[in-house]
């Protein structure tokens, strides 16, 4: 299973564009990037999802570079309430399993 | 309103006091999933279940137990807790295999 490198903190000012990177070199050509966020102990929250073309929906966009080694999570204006960890996972979804392979992601300061 | 229902939300309990932690989603979801979350290893899935009574393995299965009969829920099962099992939990749904995931707010239990 693929498995994501991310920074493990970054900061970003309100109103400005936060992006996340995040490196899956080993990722396979039948496994999707999932980007998922989690604030304080709540549940992770879905924020977007891709293959190999760039995504885009109301809460952020994703860059899939062309060898899908690595993808940025760019949110474009960062709001206090975006301070959260960001996780990067790839999914393996096929027939007989489902899992999304979580790491310890990017915690998220977005600072007034 | 779509959710993902979990409880208890917290418990406190001793080591070999069986336990269940009950999940309900009331999205029609084919798919459930149960994550335990600790510091510094970030989400790893305990089972899964593709549909009902089709229940299967993750990354963490030794010493849980699950069960499908409904489609809704899908119950978490401590036979005889010991403190390693003291964790966050969480319990997912979605559509289907490839979905997004729906999470809950997360049950947090600790073995004495």
């Known amino acids: 299973d693929a498995k994501t490198t991310q920074p493990p903190s970054m900061d970003c000012a309100e109103g400005r564009a936060a992006n996340l990177p995040c490196n899956h070199s080993?990722?396979?050509?039948?496994?999707?990037v999932y980007w998922y966020r989690q604030i304080h102990s709540q549940g992770p929250q879905y924020i977007i999802h891709?293959?190999?073309n760039n995504e885009t929906n109301e809460m952020a966009s994703l860059i899939i570079t062309e060898d899908r080694k690595s993808s940025t999570l760019i949110l474009p204006h960062a709001t206090l309430r975006d301070t959260a960890v960001y996780y990067c996972?790839?999914?393996?979804?096929?027939?007989?399993?489902?899992?999304?392979?979580f790491g310890t992601g990017t915690r998220l300061q977005v600072f007034p | 309103e779509a959710q993902v229902t979990q409880n208890p939300r917290y418990l406190i309990t001793v080591t070999g006091k069986k336990l269940t932690v009950t999940c309900s989603q009331n999205?029609?979801?084919?798919?459930m999933s149960w994550y335990r979350q600790d510091p510094g290893l970030g989400l790893r899935q305990i089972y899964y279940?593709?549909?009902?009574?089709?229940?299967d393995k993750g990354d963490v299965p030794e010493g849980y137990k699950v069960s499908r009969k409904e489609k809704r829920n899908f119950p978490l099962i401590l036979e005889s807790p010991s403190p390693n099992q003291t964790s966050l939990y969480f319990c997912?749904?979605?559509?289907?295999?490839?979905?997004?995931?729906?999470f809950g707010d997360g049950t947090r239990l600790s073995i004495l």
């Open positions: 999205m029609n979801h084919e798919y």
């Open positions: 080993t990722i396979s050509g039948n496994e999707y």
């Open positions: 279940s593709m549909n009902v009574e089709v229940t």
């Open positions: 996972i790839v999914r393996v979804a096929g027939r007989g399993t489902d899992k999304l392979i």
């Open positions: 891709g293959l190999k």
């Open positions: 997912a749904s979605s559509f289907s295999v490839g979905w997004p995931q729906h």
